[in-house]
């Protein structure tokens, strides 16, 4: 079987829902072993004041690759997560140590600007939100607060809606509020505004879990297409969902501590998607996976 960009791939777990069609992912065998790493954490521990929300992370994630964070309630996805673009900075008390590399530098590090690493790692929420503006101005309104320089916003906006699937819907309502969208469209408006400052990585959280099963294959589809442009981490529930769209997962669990009783957040196991849901080498992903726990 042969996809758009002509790579073969290989269909794993199909779709559930009404005439849905079945999705695919690239073939492992078109993936290098080891991920080529564009955004790498090293040693990262997540505090929220004194509670150590994560602890000991070391993973990399690919160029061009999707990778799916997994595992239970609480385990420290969303956290990490935000850890990537320095979202934490935004909630009270959230601390990260450890180093988050992007292109080879510490985003954490003294001179680095926040707000550039967060348009160059844009982040896609588990609820669609759009701002309370026309839907033409939630794509230019990034663009106009960095100042990017722009020599047609009529284009950048055509383009970014286009990208994320969504300006044959729109193109004859750009003047239309936002919210006059369905939820998946206001999904996808809000992918299409994160693409509109040109990152280099996209994180969703749960980016389909307030989607219909409809709206959600649009947004897996859309990530497949997005994946040749950009990298892609998505925190994900559905094990259904991470199977047939990311290239890698990575498993967390959380173990609780003998003394005070906080659960922390660790990874278990990282790898290639097939390899993690097939043949799990750790025993907690093997529960994990099989529905025995969680
Ligand atoms: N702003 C915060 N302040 C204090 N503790 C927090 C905060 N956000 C999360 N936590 C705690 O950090 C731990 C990890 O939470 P997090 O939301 O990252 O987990 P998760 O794996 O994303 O869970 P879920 O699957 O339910 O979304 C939890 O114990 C949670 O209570
Ligand atoms: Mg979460």
Redesign the pocket.
């Known amino acids: 079987m042969i996809d758009r960009a002509g790579e073969k791939i290989e269909s794993i777990v199909p779709h559930e829902g009404p005439g849905v069609r079945i999705n695919a992912r690239p073939a492992d065998g078109f993936l290098p072993d080891e991920p080529r790493g564009i955004l790498q954490c090293e040693n990262v521990d ?1 505090y ?2 004194s ?1 150590r ?2 602890t000991g992370v070391d993973l990399k994630f690919g160029l061009h690759e999707i990778t799916a ?1 997994i ?12 850890s990537l673009n320095r979202m934490n900075d935004l ?4 601390r990260v140590e450890g180093r988050v590399l992007f292109d080879g530098e510490d985003i954490y590090g003294s001179k680095v600007d926040a707000i550039e690493v967060r348009r160059r790692i844009g982040m896609v929420f ?1 609820k669609p939100n759009p701002f309370p503006k026309s839907i033409y101005d939630n794509i230019a309104y990034g663009p106009r607060v960095t100042g990017m320089r722009v020599d047609s916003m009529d284009d950048l906006v055509e383009e970014a809606l286009t990208k994320a699937a969504l300006w044959g819907e729109v193109k004859d309502k750009l003047k239309q509020s936002a919210y006059s969208l369905s939820g998946g469209q206001q999904q996808r408006l809000c992918i299409a505004r994160t693409i509109a400052v040109k990152p280099d990585v996209i994180l969703m ?2 980016p389909c879990s307030a989607l219909d099963p409809i709206a959600t294959v649009r947004i897996e589809d859309l990530m497949h297409e997005l994946r040749r442009e950009y990298t892609i981490v998505i ?1 994900t ?1 559905n094990m259904q969902q991470a199977a047939r769209v990311a290239d890698r997962t990575a498993f ?1 669990t ?1 173990f609780a501590d003998e003394g005070t009783g ?4 660790v990874l278990v196991e990282f790898g290639k998607t097939t390899q993690i849901f097939e043949h799990p080498t750790d025993q907690r992903t093997e529960d994990y996976i099989s529905g025995r726990f969680g």
Do not use: N, W
């Open positions: 997540v929220y004041g509670f929300a994560v964070l595992g239970p309630s609480g385990c420290g996805k969303s956290t990490l997560l935000r909630v009270d008390g959230a588990q959280d749960e925190v529930h967390f959380a906080d659960r922390t957040g």
